[in-house]
């Protein structure tokens, strides 16, 4: 939306990926932030380093803990001094990075401040809703701020740099790393990636609680043949720049300092070793200066992938490619001055990468503020850590990404004067499941518990009457009869279903999308009493949970919520909040359906119940379980068509606004994420049957109606041709409004010839 025609030039005649990267761009972005005087300092300082010196700047060493205490250092005090690290992964603490840096700044020869490097996903200590949770709210103004929060906490703790955000597309929810997306849109993806960034960098990086952004992992992550974490990319050029670079390219317009890139291989090329896409492509066409920080041993991984005879030869590759920082491999420190001072890596690569790690630190003001917010006794930690208000923003977070996916016969929201409700399944108490993966400094007595959510809302007058019924992952059923009993003295049943927050995340991938264990049998068990029954669900992925469909009345999809997740999933079920979230990512009905998502290609034989030769399956329907964009709400929302203001744009005015009017048809106020998809209907190269291109949060109060307008510009309509160079085509384009992306109403509207 509002975009504005880009200044990407046109693409020579391609062969492959790699001959159109290595082509020059015709006007290269100038960088940023290199000032002059950033220039001038860092030159200066430059002069004055030994080759150990520099490729010390390179090396990033593994945590030495999450120590808030004064602990005593272990291992890497002299390494320091002599200026062999540049920077830190996983190192926390005020009073320990602050004792760390005082000897880097006061006992190394040139005083050059460290950096501490943290993953700091969803919150910092006050864990927020996973980022496949926060992007359900598709509301890129909580998203930000929630990555304001987890900042400012972070920067208290002594952390400068975030690995955030994680922008890779997942369209394969096998892949545990779904969860820590924003889903499968590219679109929605780019939104909220630039939203996370700002928010962790805020508006000046100077300032004590900004943190530098990561964009990672560069790329094409989300595409690993089989949903296994790590594995081979084999991508067309066309999904590489359609579907996976646009939130990376995001990322960078709103200022992304850092990308980190992928343990992925893109059809034979290992990204730690990518030059045509980090160098050529980030830096030359893109114009991005930033720093580029490898994965977790990345650099040595150059070997099992079979580019790198030995560590050397890794780190030759790694530096070349323009990976800036060497994540725990000590390739870069170790083996690599040796080969700089024989000539066999050049110095110019060296200076380069050393220039962009002294040039962070610079933008940080770690130079003239060493120990920015940190201090000795741990007081301001202490001060900025779980305060009231991060606790009432997670919950607002939480809240709003909650999506509820059925809720046959308004069984939502129940009511507080309920007399008995059963709690039953595995996890109605589970304090890590309000984490989440990747809660790195969260704390499981930091998290409020379903059970716990609803004793402080419902009080004495409501009698809990609980039950596990099973584990997550156990074909134990000896706790089904309790359960049943749990139920049938109830008025109302509550069930907590889903995964373990260690079946999703970093190598955390299944082959199947159900519900572990014997859970869905629990809910049917259950839901056989006849008792109103709602199932909620805490997971890291899509789960297939079509045999839930008709016999459980109300099902809410509430992820890995956070810290306040058992107080907003509590003001989700009573009505004190109504639901607004949407997903983000497609339900399937089976993993065999994998990979299915909302933009796919019509195919010249689209599925058809008539035809038996189209694109389909003899065992289940071709449509999703949950589409992307689906959710309800407690109240119901009517859409009239949508209208455009212009029936013909001219090639050369590209700017069309489309306008809807929304109805809340039913009898309370509440929120409706309208989206707008756009299909360019017949072009010289196939197009996707809809792509998001807008979305609006609306509320309404019952019987209201409003009209929303969206703006489409040239991006909006653009795709790359049969040369990827980036164009309009004449033609219609159907454009797309409703709460869904399979619930829409349409318009049409035509690009002229020349
Ligand atoms: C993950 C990254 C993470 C890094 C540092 C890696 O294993 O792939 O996402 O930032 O570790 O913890």
Redesign the pocket.
């Known amino acids: 939306m509002n975009r504005e025609v880009p200044t990407v030039p046109p693409r020579p005649l391609l062969v492959g990926m790699i001959a159109v990267l290595l082509a020059a761009p015709a006007a290269a972005k100038p960088p940023v932030y290199a000032t002059p005087a950033e220039k001038a300092f860092v030159d200066a300082l430059m002069a004055k380093m030994t080759v150990e010196e520099k490729l010390g700047q390179l090396n990033q060493p593994a945590g030495v803990g999450n120590n808030t205490g004064p602990a005593a250092m272990t291992g890497n005090e002299d390494q320091i001094r002599k200026g062999e690290i540049g920077t830190y ?2 190192t926390q603490g005020a009073v320990l990075t602050c004792r760390l840096q005082r000897i880097a700044v006061e006992q190394s020869r040139l005083g050059i401040p460290l950096m501490f490097g943290y ?1 700091v996903i969803h919150g910092h200590r006050t864990v927020f809703p996973v980022p496949l949770g926060e992007s359900a709210s598709f509301d890129p103004v909580e998203v930000q701020h929630a990555a304001r929060v987890a900042a400012i906490e972070a920067s208290a703790h002594g952390i400068h740099w975030t ?1 955030a955000p ?1 922008v890779d597309i997942a369209r394969d929810p096998r892949w545990g790393r779904v969860v820590e997306g924003a889903g499968e849109d590219p679109y929605l993806g780019s939104v909220l990636a630039a939203a996370r960034v700002r928010g962790f960098q805020g508006d000046d990086l100077r300032k004590p609680d900004a943190v530098l952004a990561t964009a ?2 560069f790329v094409a992550y989300g595409a690993a043949e089989g949903g296994r974490d790590y594995d081979v990319a084999d991508i067309s050029e066309r999904s590489l720049h359609e579907v996976y670079l646009p939130p990376f390219k995001a990322a960078v317009d709103a200022g992304a300092q850092s990308i ?1 890139a992928a ?1 992925n291989e893109i059809a034979g090329v290992p990204m730690h070793a990518h030059r045509p896409l980090i160098e050529d492509l980030l830096r030359k066409e893109w114009g991005w200066d930033g720093l580029l920080v490898s ?2 041993t990345g650099v040595m991984e150059l070997m099992p992938h079979g580019i790198a005879a030995d560590r050397k030869q890794a780190g030759a590759l790694g530096l070349r490619a323009g990976v800036d920082v060497d ?1 725990v491999s000590q390739i870069y420190v170790k083996d690599l001055p040796a080969e700089v001072k024989a000539g066999r890596v050049p110095m110019a690569q060296v200076d380069a990468s050393v220039r962009r790690v002294l040039n962070a630190k610079y933008r940080l003001g770690l130079f003239e503020n060493p120990y920015r917010s940190c201090t000795d006794d741990g007081a301001h930690e202490r001060a900025m850590t779980l305060t009231p208000q991060h606790r009432a923003d997670a919950r607002r977070m939480a809240q709003k990404s909650l999506v509820l996916l059925e809720n046959d016969n308004d069984v939502l929201p129940l009511s507080k004067s309920v007399r008995t409700l059963a709690v039953i399944g595995p996890l109605a108490d589970h304090r890590r499941a309000m984490l989440g993966n990747w809660a790195v400094a969260g704390r499981e007595e930091d998290a409020v518990t379903p059970i716990e959510g609803l004793k402080a809302a419902l009080g004495d007058g409501t009698r809990l009457v609980i039950a596990k019924g099973a584990d997550i992952d156990s074909q134990d059923t000896s706790g089904f009869a309790q359960a049943v009993a749990a139920a049938k003295q109830a008025d109302a049943v509550v069930m907590f279903l889903g995964e373990h927050p260690d079946m999703s995340a ?1 190598a955390n991938n299944r082959t199947s999308l159900d519900l572990p264990g014997v859970q869905e049998q629990l809910a049917l068990a259950v839901a056989a009493t006849g008792k109103p029954v709602v199932a909620v669900l805490l997971n890291g992925r899509p789960l297939s949970i079509g045999g839930l469909k008709g016999k459980v009345p109300a099902i809410l999809e509430a992820w890995f919520p956070g810290v306040e997740g058992g107080h907003a999933i509590t003001d989700v079920l009573f009505g004190d909040v109504n639901p607004s979230a949407k997903l983000p990512v497609t339900f399937p009905h089976n993993v065999g359906q994998v990979p299915i998502y909302y933009a796919h290609k019509n195919t010249g034989r689209p599925p058809s119940e008539q035809e038996k030769y189209t694109s389909k399956y003899l065992d289940v329907p071709w449509t999703p379980l949950y589409a992307f964009g689906h959710g309800l709400s407690y109240t119901t929302f009517r859409y009239d068509a949508p209208v455009v203001a212009k029936k013909t744009l001219a090639p050369s005015a590209l700017q069309q606004q489309v306008s809807v009017r929304v109805t809340n048809t039913g009898k309370r106020e509440g929120v409706e994420v309208v989206q707008l998809y756009v299909r360019d209907d017949v072009a010289t190269v196939t197009r996707p049957v809809k792509q998001l291109r807008g979305f609006q949060r609306l509320a309404l109060a019952p019987g209201e109606s409003k009209t929303v307008t969206f703006d489409l510009g040239f991006e909006d309509l653009a795709m790359y041709d049969d040369r990827m160079q980036r164009v309009v085509e004449p033609g219609t384009f159907t454009v797309y409004v409703g709460g869904s992306s399979d619930r829409t109403r349409e318009v049409a509207f035509e690009v002229a010839a020349q």
């Open positions: 992964l996983g993953d690995y994680m990672k992992h980190m343990f994965d977790y994540m970093e």
